[in-house]
């Protein structure tokens, strides 16, 4: 059964604590994703991974890092210089470097800071 | 940058209505328009990709069209049920890296 996984579906972080979010496919996408989501806004862009041991800051990648030693998983750490970091994050994959482009979501963690 | 808009941001319509939702973007140098529906603290599910060499794409009671002249897509639900409740948002990929820029959704109450 292929998918995305997030895990976990909820998080909460104290003041000052780097927490990591965990993302996995088996869709064998190239392509992985980061996104934060605020009320009433938009999907923003916070890395993203075109290729294994690569990636690349998006729209909003202060305080934030990722890493992408397995094609597979693309976990993001929220450190503690994110300075309002409560939203729902999503992960998402595609086949890499094409025009389709069609991108498949987790479904989401949400942190909550204490 | 692209700036993509939908309005309204909610939407209120009788069971059995027909759905009109619109979105907007200003960059019309675009790969492809993705819509997708997100269920109250749930991750997002494609709906429809319509290429920009594409003018519509339908699958069963929903059909998307896109005029990318004038910055446009319409996303068209027939005979709304109350399961089509939810938020919809539009993305588009820019053409130069194939990254999304979201719209902020709209969402839909279909009463039954």
């Known amino acids: 059964d292929g998918g995305i996984t997030q895990s976990p579906k909820y998080l909460f972080r104290k003041e000052g604590q780097n927490v990591t979010l965990s993302c996995e496919q088996n869709?064998?996408?190239?392509?992985m994703y980061w996104y934060r989501q605020d009320p009433g806004q938009g999907l923003r862009l916070i890395y993203y991974?075109?290729?294994?041991?690569?990636?690349q800051k998006g729209d909003i990648a202060e305080g934030y890092s990722v890493s992408r030693e397995k094609k597979e998983s693309f976990p993001l750490t929220v450190t503690s210089a994110q300075k309002n970091p409560t939203a729902f994050y999503l992960c998402?994959?595609?086949?890499?470097?094409?025009?389709?482009?069609?991108?498949?979501f987790g479904p989401g963690t949400r942190l909550t800071v204490l | 940058k692209q700036e993509v808009t939908q309005i309204p941001a909610a939407l209120s319509v009788p069971e059995g209505e027909n759905l009109v939702l619109n979105c907007s973007f200003t960059?019309?140098?675009?790969?492809?328009l993705q819509w997708f529906r997100q269920d109250p603290g749930k991750g997002l599910t494609s709906l429809l990709l319509?290429?920009?060499?594409?003018r519509e794409q339908t699958s069963g009671r929903l059909n998307a069209s896109l005029d990318k002249s004038s910055g446009r897509s319409t996303l068209y639900i027939a005979a709304s049920q109350p399961g089509d409740s939810a938020t919809y948002l539009c993305?588009?990929?820019?053409?130069?890296?194939?990254?999304?820029?979201f719209g902020a959704g709209t969402t839909v109450t279909v009463r039954a």
């Open positions: 998402a994959s595609s086949i890499a470097g094409t025009k389709y482009n069609e991108q498949f």
């Open positions: 869709l064998n996408h190239d392509a």
């Open positions: 991974s075109q290729i294994v041991n690569d990636f």
């Open positions: 960059d019309s140098a675009i790969y492809n």
């Open positions: 319509i290429q920009s060499s594409q």
């Open positions: 993305a588009v990929s820019r053409r130069t890296d194939y990254k999304l820029s």
